[in-house]
């Protein structure tokens, strides 16, 4: 193949098993994929939020007791 764009490919094989066929994964879920990817990011903006709370409050504590 001398050049193509990723709309050309419908069917690829790797060492003899068909990974995706008309265009559509067949190794994996991709719903499940991205639902696990979603929910991680969730999870991360929590804890990040969460953190920032704790940071704020250190630090408002901090300088109320250094005043």
Known sequence: V??????????????????????????????????????TIDRLIYRTKKNIKVLKRKKNKYYNNAA
Do not use: F, L, P
Not at 27 to 37: F, G, I, L, Y
């Open 2 to 39: 001398y050049s193509c764009h990723a709309s050309d490919v419908e069917t690829v094989i790797v060492d003899g098993n068909i990974v995706v066929e008309n265009r559509k994964c067949t190794t994996m879920d991709e719903t499940k994929v991205c639902t696990d990817a979603q929910n």
